[in-house]
């Protein structure tokens, strides 16, 4: 089926790049009328869809840029039925490094921008009667990496907006939820997999922690994004929907443990 979204206008913040532009892409292809909020003026060239993408200047952190981005969206394409709130950003330090720069930067794109969005795009799904938000949340939210105090704090911020919204907006025909990303190859994570010189070994290792096997994609984020954008998760608003292979299921051993177990595993 690639006619999911048909008739519909789907926003897309942050999606220039990583897992927003493969969520751009996917709600493209299922022929939402896409428009991606990014900071660039002159974003990449799509990929695929190229007709059904077009790209507007938006810092989700400022208040007067999203509402000129949803103006604009609305002038352009007359309704907006899916937001998908993707736009994020990261900070790898310790908690005496990190400064309150960093900590209001981290609440201002990942926690602000997601309430700006809303505030500005649920009058006009009201007016419609209907529509979906879709937050881009993290298992980072219920667990935590090492240096992650802000970004985890943000991400579990998210988590709450969702319920709020889907609480809130749900007699109004709106409904929320999240996708809670586990470790998906992107930009973002790149600075933590280079803190060690032996990028394969990191790789492989990454790997390993995954019952999956591996670690994720941005497309494996933007079905999920897809699914909980369409129809067919009516029924479904509140929820914050891991996209982890598995890793935060899994009970932790020690490592030599770990080894152990899986040297058995791949014995004939
Ligand atoms: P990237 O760093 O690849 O992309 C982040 C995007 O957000 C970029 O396009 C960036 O714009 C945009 N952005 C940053 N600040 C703003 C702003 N003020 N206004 C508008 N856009 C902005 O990251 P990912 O694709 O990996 O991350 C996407 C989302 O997924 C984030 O919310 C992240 O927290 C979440 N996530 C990612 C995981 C992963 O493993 N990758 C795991 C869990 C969650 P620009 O291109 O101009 O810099």
Redesign the pocket.
Known sequence: MNNRLSGKVAVV?????????AIAERLADEEAMVVV????DEPCPPVSSVERLSFLY?????EASVRAFVDEVLERFGRIDVLV??????VNKSIDEQTVDDWDRLM???LR?PFLMAKYVAPEMRRIGLGTIVN?????GFMVNPWHTA?AAT?AGVHGLTLGLAVDLGPEGIRCNTV??????????RTYVELHPDRNLVERELAQMHPVGR??S?KE?ANTVLWLASDESSFVSGEMITVDGARTRKISLPSILDEAYRAKLTKP
Do not use: H, M, Q
Request: a negative charge; aromatic letters at 6%.
């Open positions: 913040t942050g999606g220039n790049r990583g897992i927003g532009r909020g990014c900071l660039f938006l810092d989700v952190t400022n709130n993707n736009a994020g950003v990261i201002a794109v990942n921008g881009i949340g993290s298992v980072e970004y991400k809670c990303p586990g470790w998906i190859e992107t930009d973002l994570n670690i994720g941005p984020v």
